[in-house]
Structures are given as C-alpha cells and as structure tokens.
C-alpha cells in the first residue's frame, strides 16, 4: 500500500475539489432535472455562493442549515458552505418538513434565517 500524506491543517476539501478539476471545466459534473452542471459551472457557483454567504455576515466557522431538495443547488449550496469555510447541516427536505419548526434551534440556539438568492440556471 502506497503511503499518503496527511492534509493540511487548513485542509478545505471544496478548494481541493475545484482545483483537481479545473482541467475539467466543459466536462458534465452534475446532472438533476433541471440540466447539467459543467465542473467550470460548478466551480463558478460555488464561489459565488460562498461570497454570498460572507456578503450577508456569516463568519467563519458558523453554521448554515441547508434544507433543499437533492439538485445541483444542493450540491452548489454544500460546497460553496465549506468553500467559505462555513459548517454545513445538510437536511433532507422531506424530513425536515415533518419536523421544521424544530429545525433551526436544535442546530443552532441563536441562528438567525438568512436567504442568499442564486439564480436559477
């Protein structure tokens, strides 16, 4: 077995995943009923919602509860969290729903809704 190094301290596994696949940029990265995503595509979004999330105050390290259907945004919504160094929750939608009043305090006793909007595509 061939030995590996141990990441960074500062490890952000977004910035990694971005950077492995920069080469990639026109190549299918995602695909849901709403289209395809091209890694470039990816790439870009997800930078864009982590400036989003810093654009509205969240620091470092806080907590971002995503509560969406599984889709591109999903995924754009996961990485672009821990691209800003955010702490994701993901949720599944249709068991939150059952369940949402209770949502937000058990994941943060102080959080506060905030709604980064990203266009669709």
Not at 3 to 32: M, Q, S, V, W, Y
Not at 72 to 82: E, H, I, M, T
């Amino acid at each position: 077995m061939t030995p590996t190094a141990a990441p960074p301290e500062r490890f952000n596994f977004a910035r990694h995943l971005l950077t492995l696949n920069a080469g990639r940029a026109e190549k299918t990265a995602l695909i849901d009923d709403q289209g395809t995503l091209s890694y470039g595509e990816l790439a870009d979004q997800v930078q864009r919602f982590a400036g989003a999330l810093t654009a509205l105050g969240l620091r470092r390290e806080e907590r971002v509860l995503l509560l969406m259907h599984d889709s591109s945004d999903w995924v754009v919504a996961f990485l672009g969290a821990l691209h800003a160094a955010r702490r994701t929750t993901p949720t599944c939608w249709p068991t939150a729903a059952r369940r949402r009043p209770s949502c937000p305090p058990r994941c943060c006793p102080h959080c506060r809704p905030r709604w980064p909007h990203r266009p669709r595509r």
